[in-house]
């Protein structure tokens, strides 16, 4: 299974919702991505877990909360976002994030608009 | 300064014909090199990588790309396109770290 999935696929959401995006992997990667990705640009880091640890928070606004329960699953919890939030936001995983030759696999995204 | 260079914002090619996309890259050493495709709407797909031995990789969907060293480039090839193959392209390199560098993209579109 070489497959990342991340639900939901699109999301409406207003300013004081308070909503989570999921991913999940089960190729037994050690570190998961967020990204984000705003129309014809490229993703943007945000966050990195390694070893279900956060090991990178790329100075991403406290109102996007991620969360590692475990190896699998990845969350990204989103509280009083803004309408300029509204992009697609991407999951990856790779084997390891300590080499830089492993690729990262990324799921679909999920589409997120903020009103 | 580590960056990473996708000079053609915009691509149109006629299908059947080849294609080029170019990529550079600026850092002390060699880093690790990474093609994407992304369909609209859709995630990134891993299309070729490049970290050493043989400068001229294979990839899914008939893609090739090239490492040259003393251009700093790694171009991603197609001798000849489909339709389906337009999409954004996207130029990734990880400099030795946790992290992932994109360059903007190059969207290509393919005429009849």
């Known amino acids: 299974d070489t497959e990342v999935t991340q639900t939901p696929k699109h999301l409406v959401m207003g300013m004081t919702n308070k909503k989570s995006l999921k991913c999940e992997q089960h190729m037994g990667h050690r570190a998961m991505y967020w990204y984000k990705q705003k129309a014809k640009k490229p993703p943007e880091l945000m966050f990195v877990?390694?070893?279900?640890?956060?090991?990178i928070n790329e100075s991403v606004p406290s109102r996007f909360s991620p969360e590692c329960p475990n190896s699998s699953l990845l969350n990204l919890h989103l509280h009083a976002l803004q309408p300029e939030d509204s992009a697609l936001y991407l999951c990856?995983?790779?084997?390891?994030?300590?080499?830089?030759?492993?690729?990262?696999?990324f799921g679909p995204g999920t589409r997120l608009t903020v009103l | 300064a580590q960056s990473v260079t996708q000079p053609d914002i915009h691509i149109t090619v006629s299908e059947g014909a080849s294609l080029e996309l170019r990529c550079n890259y600026s850092?002390?050493?060699?880093?690790?090199l990474f093609w994407y495709v992304q369909s609209p709407g859709q995630g990134l797909q891993l299309l070729l990588k490049?970290?050493?031995?043989?400068?001229l990789v294979q990839g899914i969907k008939g893609f090739e790309a090239e490492f040259k060293r003393s251009q700093s480039s790694f171009n991603l090839r197609k001798p000849s396109v489909h339709w389906s193959d337009a999409a954004e392209y996207f130029c990734a390199i990880n400099f030795g770290n946790e992290k992932l560098t994109f360059g903007t993209g190059t969207r290509l579109t393919i005429i009849p």
């Open positions: 490049y970290f050493s031995g043989d400068t």
């Open positions: 990856a995983s790779s084997q390891d994030d300590r080499e830089g030759y492993n690729e990262q696999f």
């Open positions: 877990y390694s070893y279900e640890k956060l090991s």
């Open positions: 850092y002390g050493a060699t880093p690790y």
